[in-house]
């Protein structure tokens, strides 16, 4: 258990359907990084929030949408799902700048 | 722009080979590098790090030398294992984010 805890695991949805993925961040953790890993595209930064602001935005479509709330809890919304949206997402969270990151064990997304 | 070049997979040996993944970066300054590693059906989890020039970080048996003049860490192990068998991410530390390679899958053999 790496102490950042993701939910759900497993996430099977329809094409056009909007889905919720939920990251707690290690405790005393301050920082949230999204990441979304394709089987051919690796792993792509999708948005980073610290202590509830938002500090940097990837490659993150316009149908996405994420937040940090004041327990650090972070959530990743994804809204009209296409095919091509089913990846695994990763959460990280780490103290602050200059530390290793902590990842979660990720959601896995299937749109069918 | 910044990146990260990983020796492109997947990569299979035998038990108790060396083992070199080779990783050069593009960045400005001299960014904190990391190794991480990804086992089937898990999340990445950090292998090892260096922050800065000629600093080696080692783990498991791992090693990678942080290398300013090539912009490289290479990862390396003198004797293999099976259950090194994973994929492995080279990073740097990016502002507010870190940057990842491709990924390189090993694949180890009795």
């Known amino acids: 258990d790496s102490g950042v805890t993701q939910t759900p695991k497993h996430l099977i949805t329809a094409t056009g359907q909007r889905v919720t993925l939920r990251c707690s961040p290690r405790?005393?953790?301050?920082?949230v990084y999204w990441y979304q890993q394709s089987l051919d595209q690796g792993l792509q930064f999708l948005i980073h929030?610290?202590?509830?602001?938002?500090?940097a935005k990837g490659n993150i479509l316009e149908r996405f949408s994420a937040q940090q709330f004041p327990d650090l809890h972070s959530e990743l919304n994804l809204s009209s799902l296409e095919l091509g949206d089913s990846a695994l997402y990763f959460c990280?969270?780490?103290?602050?700048?200059?530390?290793?990151?902590?990842f979660g064990s990720g959601t896995r997304l299937t749109v069918v | 722009g910044n990146s990260v070049t990983q020796m492109e997979g997947p990569v299979t040996l035998s038990e108790e080979a060396f083992l070199t993944i080779n990783c050069t970066y593009t960045?400005?300054?001299?960014?904190?590098l990391f190794w991480y590693v990804q086992y089937p059906g898990e999340g990445l989890q950090l292998l090892l790090k260096?922050?800065?020039?000629?600093d080696k970080g080692s783990n498991k048996g791992f090693e990678a030398t942080y290398r300013k003049e090539t912009t490289s860490f290479h990862l390396e192990k003198g004797s293999v294992q099976v259950s090194d068998s994973a994929v492995y991410f080279c990073?740097?530390?990016?502002?507010?984010?870190?940057?990842f390679g491709q990924g390189t899958r090993l694949t180890i053999n009795p």
């Open positions: 990280a969270s780490n103290p602050g700048q200059g530390f290793g990151y902590t």
């Open positions: 405790s005393g953790d301050l920082s």
């Open positions: 929030y610290y202590n509830g602001e938002e500090r």
């Open positions: 260096a922050t800065k020039a000629d």
């Open positions: 990073a740097f530390q990016g502002a507010q984010k870190l940057v």
């Open positions: 960045a400005t300054g001299y960014p904190s």
